[in-house]
Each structure stands twice: as structure tokens, then as C-alpha cells.
């Protein structure tokens, strides 16, 4: 699970937060911000038998070398970059220029035996670029070694099916970030993972090698209770 569902708890009490998340059935996890929590993120891994094979992180004009290597020591094999500002998404020389950032990055993160990608919102699927959409034109830019991370529900509300996405980002795409709801920009209106519109099962049929990795913004209820019955629900059908 991506650990932003549960910030404040996460904040007040790490190592419990990770406990709790452990006693649910997790066995990996995504921190975010994963610099700002120090020591405590790497004793409650441990101590709740976690791993976190992948971590959000903004690093693009930071320094890489801190990033990957506090990364390479908490385990961690893909540092993500979870967001990159609209503004930046509206041109072909503009996104290229992203592009060029992250393969610049992913030269340094192989130094340290990590690899880097992307995260997107809504922003990189709604404007089109030379017939396709910002993220599709992005990944065509990209080396090999950099990966990407769908936040499959954000496709939704940028207005793309995130089915037909998918595909067509191939091998590219190593996790999902998986949540649910109305497929709107209100963040609050998510919900646990099959209790929303979006077809969950479609989703991961699309890219079933993908890491799955269940989420919610926000919510009009408890995320902690939202995140057990996403669990839950992924288990019963055989997707988790």
C-alpha cells in the first residue's frame, strides 16, 4: 500500500502505523517523502516485516546522490517521482526536456543499484501532444531503464480509459497504483477498492505483471478502514 493513505498516522506513530498495516497482510509497502522519516521508517519496516520495493520521492533538481543512496539503504529498488507540475506538461520540448531529466537521473541511480520513475495525475493524460497523450508521449521518450507507476484511477479522471492506456505502455508500466471511486477530481469521494466505478478487475488484466498498490487520496471515511477492505476485496478475487 502507498503509505500517504494513512500520512497522519503514519506521522504520529511510524513504527505502530507499519505494525497495524502488517497485521492487515501486507507484506510490501510505498513510502512517500521517504528522507523526512529518517531511522523510524527503517526500524518499522523491520520490526513489522515490511519491505518497500518501490518509494515516492521527488528528486528531479535535487540531489540524486543523497535520493538513491538513502534509497539503496532502505531497500528500496525504484524511486518514483510523484509529480511534476502541469505547466511543465503542455509542450513537445517541455515534456521531452522531463524525459531528459529522469534518464539523466536513472544514469545516476544505477550507480547506486536503484532504478527511477514516474508517477502521474490527471495533468499528463488531458493534453495531447502530436496525436497522443502527454504520458504516452513522455514514455516514448524515455531510456529504457525508466520505468513508469499508473495512478490508473488519475487516468480516469484525466479522461482516458485506463484499459486501453495501459497497453500501450507496455512493459514500462512495473506498478498500479489501484484505488477507487466516482473518477472525479474530488479527492475525498474515494473509496475502498471495489466499492467505486472504476473496473478494477479490467485494470489489472491490462498490465498483470504490474506491482499493485492500493491508495486512496483522501476519503469521506476511514482510509485506514478503506485500505482493509481493498485487501480484502483484491484478495477474494485472486488479485493481491
Known amino acids: 500500500m502507498q ?3 494513512v500520512r497522519e498516522l503514519l506521522t504520529e506513530d511510524t513504527v505502530g ?7 492487515i497482510g501486507f507484506t510490501q509497502v510505498e513510502p512517500f517523502a521517504f528522507l523526512t522519516f529518517g531511522d523510524a521508517l527503517r526500524e518499522g519496516l523491520a520490526e513489522a516485516g515490511l519491505s518497500a520495493p518501490t518509494t515516492h520521492q521527488g528528486f528531479i ?13 532502505l531497500g528500496v529498488e525504484t524511486v518514483i517521482d ?3 507540475a ?4 503542455q509542450t513537445a520540448a517541455d515534456v521531452a526536456q522531463i524525459a531528459e531529466q529522469l534518464n539523466a537521473a536513472a544514469e545516476v541511480a544505477a550507480r547506486h543499484g536503484v532504478r527511477v520513475g514516474y508517477h502521474n495525475h490527471a495533468h499528463e493524460l488531458e493534453n495531447r501532444i502530436e496525436g497522443v497523450t502527454a504520458l504516452e508521449f513522455f514514455a516514448g521518450k524515455l531510456a529504457p531503464e525508466v520505468v513508469l507507476e499508473v495512478d490508473t484511477y488519475w487516468v480516469a479522471v484525466g479522461g482516458v480509459d485506463p484499459v486501453a492506456l495501459l497497453p500501450t505502455l507496455g512493459d514500462r508500466v512495473v506498478a498500479l497504483h489501484i484505488k477507487d471511486g466516482p473518477g472525479t477530481t474530488e479527492t475525498k469521494d474515494q473509496v475502498a477498492v471495489g466499492q ?3 473496473p478494477i478487475e479490467q485494470i ?8 499493485r498498490v492500493i ?7 476511514d482510509r485506514f478502514q478503506a485500505v482493509a477492505d481493498s485487501f480484502a476485496f483484491l484478495t477474494a478475487k485472486g488479485l493481491a
Open 82 to 84: 510523484p509529480f511534476v
Open 17 to 23: 502505523t507499519l505494525k497495524r498495516i502488517a497485521d
Open 196 to 198: 467505486g466505478s472504476l
Open 204 to 211: 489489472i488484466a491490462a498490465a498483470p505483471d504490474a506491482l
Open 61 to 73: 533538481g535535487g540531489d540524486l546522490d543523497e535520493v538513491f543512496g538513502a534509497a539503496k539503504e
Open 3 to 5: 503509505l500517504y493513505t
Open 86 to 89: 502541469p505547466e511543465r506538461w
Open 215 to 221: 491508495e486512496l487520496d483522501d476519503s469521506r471515511g
